[in-house]
């Protein structure tokens, strides 16, 4: 059986609850221009004309990485409230529910102060669902299979 004292359906319903308020709070800090400046005029397509400066690119940059990393924290949680209700088993949380440690990274080089805190907060929360899923070790131990299960009986059968 797997150590879930580390972890329970409470824990990862207020993490979800935290991971939708920090990830709405992520939307709108991406979603609007840099200082209130209006937003650049677009063509029929919607692609934006004219140049678009270092500071804009960095701003969009650092709020992909940092919406995909939200969407993922999210995409965990949901596969772990999905195996403490019983919609998925052991094996499909392993198969489908980790997390990646390459998408705590992220380059603050020419965002405003307050981006850069609203970044190291998601950061922060990535970093506290990388450290429960190592703690709580469901995926390192795979319960036996059913053939190495029959393989120890026997071998308890015969030794003793």
């Known amino acids: ?26 939307r709108q800090a991406f979603a ?12 029929q ?5 004219g140049p678009v400066g270092p500071g804009r690119l960095a701003l969009s940059s650092e709020g992909l990485r940092t919406s995909t990393r939200m969407m993922h924290a999210i995409a965990w949680l949901l596969n772990h409230r999905a195996y403490f209700l019983g919609e998925i088993d052991h094996v499909q949380l392993r198969r489908n ?7 705590r990274h ?3 080089g020419q965002l405003r102060p307050d981006v850069v805190d609203l970044v190291q907060a998601t950061q922060r929360f990535y970093d506290r669902l990388l450290r429960l ?3 709580w070790g469901l995926y390192d131990k795979a319960e036996p299979s059913a053939i190495e299960r029959l393989r120890r ?8």
């Open 1 to 26: 059986m797997f150590n879930s004292a580390t972890i329970s359906p409470r824990i990862v319903e207020a993490l979800y609850c935290e991971a939708l308020l920090l990830a709405d709070e992520v």
């Open 32 to 43: 609007s221009p840099p200082g209130g400046e209006a937003a650049p005029e677009s063509d």
């Open 45 to 49: 397509t919607g692609a934006a004309c």
């Open 97 to 103: 529910g980790r997390l990646s440690p390459t998408l």
């Open 106 to 108: 992220s380059e603050k």
């Open 133 to 135: 899923e190592g703690c």
């Open 153 to 160: 009986g026997i071998e308890g059968r015969l030794a003793g």
